[in-house]
């Protein structure tokens, strides 16, 4: 018992260290170097790429925050992170933010201590099942075998879905997204569920991405967002900010194309001089450079342009923009006034 | 009788407590005394100072809430609405069941093993040296991903017994079922059962005992002591008189009769297995996350006791295998009377640390998805719950207790067979 009350004492004293240091940005910009937690692999989200370069959209928020921060879009270190160790990664300092479709919930949010600074992509959990099955409704898997990520939301969501439409299943748990495409490709499990926007990444990289379904129910709400630790504002601040730079760029008409000759010269709408710093001191009050959202939305496009890119509906995931289309367009998206 | 001349009377300085022999090493263990408990003491204010800060204060209260998760392999009843503390009994038993199986076959195969590696047979004692040292030399964890990777792609799928023309079908006159999402085997059944001894009312820890298995389980032990009692006189009238009386099937019939009247009385038959939707339905369901796992735990630790065996088996004198000899015992009666009894007192002490062993590299269950206490507790209650420091302190005890059982059962066990100095 001795031994056991040290060694957790120790491993807490660890994860406690870490976390009472105050000051992320500060920390950043000394190490020069932005530590960003990702996933360890969904196309589209979040996965290095041939040349094992990390590439995706939740990665791209990284690199827009990196940007802002150290005016360098390279300057990140993915720390590639399973559903399990993502919260403990953040919590120990051992990441400075988390960019892995993470579900906003209320317990993250305040008995987790976490600070989700806004939603990059919304989602819901849906279920994927081999064609050849000839299911056409999540009611009709009473007794199916289902693939699941084990200690994220879709978990918890699934057995309230099965108890309340009272039927049955047998739950496999599974660490990581490739393991899950393993055992489901392989039959071991029929149905594979998790956020529809997974689901669609997952089957885009299958041989044969025709021959399996998802299902039409969406079981659960999951806005994805990234999130901080609970206690740094200036901190959340800044990856707030840039998050909404992205979305406000898109809204206002700043592109990748466009940003050079409206942030040389001060134009004649305010609101795009505020956000490129040509007007105001927006950057200074972040305690960043005043090019620090031209750097963000340099590193990869507007958040439209990141959709595109990564997910969107000429990518091979194939997302349309649906909920994420921004509030003009009859989407969800709306970010805060920048002024 | 020699008269002592006290020594001179000196006074104590405090300079002693370090030049002089006498207190210097006591000096040090209190000075290491002293500096292991402030660091204790630090590590115990640091973490509940950084904790506080968090705002996370040590609570233990997260475990009678809804886990609102589920757990495929259960042995007790269990849904997402009980508490977290009944999922982590849940898990403990699955912990249990793979280490007592594992204890189990492991040292069946690894007394096997052991034995033949001596064998003068060249070619099977190569063959078990290179087990061993393949075994040995691969960490669990790649052994169990093996076999659990083995299972999935080379069994069918359930849907693969399906239809007129299956492509797959049942084995063992079609009674078992190899898929890749486990082994179906026929269960037992009880048409006339006595019903379930519910223990512990409605706390978080019940349980039901089943009684068809409970009197089943008397009996069987009953029989086995009627039976040590004539295996017990049969030797008596051995020494008294020279001759053995034939006891074997009286020894047989009290073992077998009563439990055979048992099961016929209790309406014992089997429920097979049979495809029913999306999975086989009936039988007993053995998941390939169990069976990858007990698999690879007993293959492993086998490999360790194999040589514990061995090595016992050669720390005995080859003079007593020939005095053996000479008092014309065969090799087989050599082998079980005179060397392996012997031999016990060498293997049991490091048994135990291979037993404990393999409870705790269960705990490498997550990697196929096994729900053990590590995967219950400290893994989903875990991330459901952000209680990093309340589940990993209770897991570890858990642990501990475990293992401190299995220590205190076979330390007693150790004690019975070891050498009675004379």
């Known amino acids: 018992m001795k031994k056991s009350v040290f060694l957790g004492a120790l491993t807490a004293a660890g994860l406690a260290a870490g976390a009472a240091a105050a000051g992320t940005l500060d920390d950043v910009k000394a190490r020069g170097k932005l530590n960003c937690g990702v996933t360890t692999g969904v196309v589209g989200f979040g996965a290095p790429d041939a040349n094992g370069e990390w590439q995706g959209f939740d990665v791209g928020v990284c690199r827009a925050v990196a940007a802002a921060v150290l005016g360098d879009a390279s300057a990140v270190e993915f720390v590639p992170t399973t559903g399990k160790t993502r919260f403990t990664a953040l919590a120990s300092g051992e990441i400075d933010m988390l960019a892995r479709n993470t579900t906003w919930t209320f317990s993250r949010d305040v008995d987790l201590k976490f600070t989700f600074v806004g939603v990059n992509y919304y989602d819901g959990q849906g279920f994927m099942v081999p064609k050849e099955l000839g299911v056409s409704s999540a009611t009709e898997l009473d007794g199916a075998t289902v693939c699941i990520q084990t200690g994220t939301t879709t978990e918890l969501n699934l057995a309230d879905y099965f108890r309340s439409n009272n039927i049955s299943y047998e739950p496999v748990p599974i660490e990581t997204n490739a393991e899950a495409q393993q055992q489901y490709l392989a039959g071991a499990c029929d149905v594979y569920t998790t956020d529809a926007s997974g689901l669609a990444a997952t089957r885009s990289a299958f041989e044969d991405p025709t021959a399996h379904v998802l299902l039409p129910e969406i079981i659960s709400k999951e806005p994805l967002g990234p999130l901080v630790r609970h206690g740094d504002n200036e901190w959340g601040d800044v990856v707030r900010w840039t998050l909404n730079a992205l979305i406000a760029a898109e809204e206002v008409g700043i592109n990748s194309a466009n940003i050079g000759d409206l942030s040389a010269a001060p134009g004649n709408n305010p609101e795009i001089n505020r956000i490129l710093g040509t007007e105001g001191n927006l950057g200074e009050m972040l305690g960043l450079s005043a090019d620090w959202a031209k750097n963000a939305i340099m590193a990869g496009g507007n958040y439209g342009e990141l959709f595109e890119k990564n997910i969107g509906e000429n990518t091979p995931v194939g997302l349309a923009r649906g909920l994420n289309a921004q509030w003009t367009n009859g989407g969800l998206l709306y970010s805060p006034p920048f002024r | ?422």
């Open chain 2, 1 to 422: 009788m020699t008269t002592l001349t006290d020594p001179p009377k000196e006074s104590f300085r405090l300079s002693m407590l370090i030049y002089d022999t006498r207190y210097r090493s006591t000096t040090f263990q209190v000075l290491a005394l002293i500096a292991f408990l402030i660091l204790i003491g630090w590590l115990i204010s640091n973490t509940a100072q950084n904790l506080a800060e968090l705002g996370k204060e040590p609570s233990f209260r997260f475990l009678g809430e809804p886990a609102g998760y589920d757990i495929n392999q259960r042995l007790i009843d269990y849904d997402s609405q009980s508490p977290h503390l009944r999922a982590a009994f849940v898990g403990l038993l699955n912990t249990l069941l793979v280490a007592v199986m594992g204890c189990a076959l492991a040292t069946v195969l690894g007394v096997t093993i052991g034995v033949l590696r001596l064998s003068k047979n060249w070619v099977v004692a190569k063959i078990m040296t290179v087990y061993v040292e393949m075994f040995r030399n691969v960490p669990v964890l790649l052994w169990i991903v093996l076999v659990m990777a083995i299972m999935i792609e080379t069994l069918p799928s359930p849907s693969a017994f399906r239809g007129a023309d299956p492509e797959a079908t049942l084995k063992v006159f079609d009674t078992v079922a190899l898929t890749n999402r486990g082994v179906y085997v026929p269960e037992p059944l009880f048409s006339r059962s006595l019903g379930d001894l519910h223990l512990f009312g409605n706390s978080a820890l019940n349980f039901n005992i089943s009684l068809d298995l409970a009197l089943l389980v008397a009996v069987l032990v009953a029989g086995l002591f009627v039976s040590g009692r004539i295996k017990h006189r049969a030797d008596r009238i051995q020494e008294a008189t020279g001759e053995r009386p034939t006891t074997w099937y009286l020894r047989l019939g009290v073992v077998v009769i009563p439990v055979v009247i048992v099961l016929i009385a209790l309406g014992f038959h089997l429920g097979y297995p049979e495809l029913k939707g999306f999975n086989f339905a009936g039988g007993t369901h053995m998941r390939n996350s169990l069976i990858a796992l007990w698999l690879a735990l007993s293959l492993y630790t086998a490999a360790f006791i194999a040589e514990i065996v061995r090595a016992g088996i050669m720390a005995i004198s080859h003079g007593q295998t020939e005095a053996a000899a000479a008092l014309g015992l065969r090799p087989k009666r050599i082998m079980n009377l005179v060397v392996l009894p012997q031999a016990l007192r060498v293997i049991i002490p490091p048994l135990i640390s291979q037993y404990l062993n393999l409870t705790k590299n269960s705990s490498l269950a997550i990697a196929v998805g096994y729900m053990d206490i590590t995967g219950t507790l400290m893994g989903i209650t875990l991330n459901q719950t952000g209680r990093e420091l309340e589940t990993v302190m209770l897991g570890m005890l858990i642990y501990l207790i475990i293992s401190l059982s299995i220590s205190l059962v076979m330390n007693w066990y150790n004690e019975r067979v070891k050498m009675v100095e004379r």
